[in-house]
């Protein structure tokens, strides 16, 4: 990915020759000042979760309700509320350990259960408010947030099920995604651990813990910044303990306790098992921010400023071509959020054309803006690395996934406005 950077940023004739080893590393930096605290501490929670058993006790729980034959539903639904408040990255870090150790208990559908999750948190990130993309999009194009919400909701939730749980269960169908070891946790422990009796592992809400802490306190965040003053003090006091870099921080020591409690390691043992953990995280960092490096180089190379520009003046409604904007500026340089926000600058001058609400047009960006993550986009590497998928493995599910959150996307949007246009 690297080389990849150097040689795009070689025949790029908008980035000089002296800035391109600069603009890698700034590029790199950027990424990694994003995902390496989370990634790493994700790393940590992933393992303790595991091998302690708090997976393992949380997936039963799960399949005492659903049943153990439709666990995909309970991660699915887990998913899609979570990533509301909370960027889909790191509902991912936390919903990753329990899709593996779900795997571990039934023995098949490992792919069916990473692109229930997938899809699920993929799409309310890029449909729902107050996720902070299609909020910044909302807030471009003056489109009433309490709408935007209401629209984001009946435009994802049909859109995640088709994306998520119909192709989940075509494509495990087909390929049979196998456990591999990543997260410092082997497939045979994680085996084993499926096979121990309930008295053996964590209690529900100790098992729960990491995960219930860092979504109060990311989601808290979420909620203060949009609806109450900046000028309040509670606004830096949950801007600090929101922060994902403090929250999964938090949430790791959490997990990283019950591990030692329930090993029963000494502090020796149990302190060069986070190490192994901190390990395996910094190698899924630095390949995510070298696939940032690639896709800021692509940028810096202003290839979706000219795409963009290029497919203005094509005659589209302006829903469509918002769309097409979005996509091709996504597919790209790799960035969801950076193709929403500018296609929103694109398209916020031509709002008044509309003829339906504007939370429509806010839903066309988003659904453009997730389409085809592949090599260039951060998020295709975490869930490759952190789901222990191939880079077949994670086109045939995760890129088809966010290709099919955009096709359907622009499909219901263009459905739901023709029948409540709501102008």
Request: include cysteine.
């Amino acid at each position: 990915m690297i080389i990849s950077t150097f040689v795009v940023g070689i025949v790029a004739p908008e980035v000089p020759l002296a800035d391109v080893a600069t603009e890698t590393a700034t590029s790199f930096g950027d990424t990694f000042a994003g995902v390496g605290i989370p990634i790493l501490m994700a790393a940590v929670i992933g393992k303790t979760m595991l091998e302690s058993g708090a997976a393992e006790r949380i997936i039963r729980s799960f399949t005492s309700i659903t049943g153990e034959d439709k666990g995909e539903y309970a991660l699915f639904g887990s998913g899609f509320v979570l990533a509301i408040p909370v960027f889909f990255g790191n509902v991912f870090y936390l919903l990753a350990p329990l899709a593996r150790s779900m795997r571990a208990r039934v023995g098949h559908s490992y792919s069916l259960f990473i692109v229930a999750i997938c899809a699920a948190a993929a799409t309310t990130h890029v449909f729902v408010p107050p996720t902070p993309g299609p909020l910044a999009v909302a807030a471009e194009i003056e489109a009433n947030l309490g709408t935007t919400i209401l629209v984001g909701l009946m435009v994802g939730f049909p859109t995640a099920i088709l994306s998520g749980l119909v192709y989940g269960k075509f494509i495990s169908r087909r390929i049979n995604i196998p456990l591999r070891d990543t997260m410092g946790t082997t497939t045979e422990e994680l085996k084993e651990i499926s096979q121990q009796s309930s008295e053996n592992l964590p209690g529900v809400f100790e098992a729960s813990l990491p995960i219930l802490l860092a979504i109060i306190l990311v989601g808290a965040q979420t909620v203060t910044d949009t609806f109450v003053s900046s000028s309040t003090q509670v606004v830096s006091i949950f801007a600090f303990l929101g922060n994902p870099n403090f929250a999964l921080t938090v949430a790791a020591l959490v997990s990283a306790i019950t591990f030692y409690r329930v090993k029963t390691h000494d502090l020796e043992t149990w302190a060069d098992e986070l190490t192994e953990a901190l390990k395996e995280g910094g190698n899924i960092a630095a390949i995510v921010g070298a696939g940032g490096a690639f896709g800021g180089m692509l940028a810096a190379a202003g290839v979706g400023g000219y795409i963009s520009s290029a497919l203005q003046e094509l005659g589209f409604g302006l829903i469509v071509t918002a769309w097409i904007i979005a996509a091709a500026v996504r597919i790209a340089q790799g960035s969801a959020t950076v193709a929403m926000l500018t296609t929103a600058g694109i398209v916020a001058p031509l709002v008044g054309q509309l003829s339906v609400h504007p939370a429509y047009l806010v839903m066309a960006i988003g659904a453009g803006g997730n389409i085809l993550s592949w090599y260039n986009d951060g998020g295709f590497w975490i869930i490759t690395e952190i789901g222990g998928l191939t880079q077949t493995e994670a086109l045939k599910t995760w890129t088809v996934v966010t290709t099919l959150i955009a096709v359907f996307g622009l499909v219901f949007t263009l459905g739901f406005s023709t029948v409540m246009p709501l102008a």
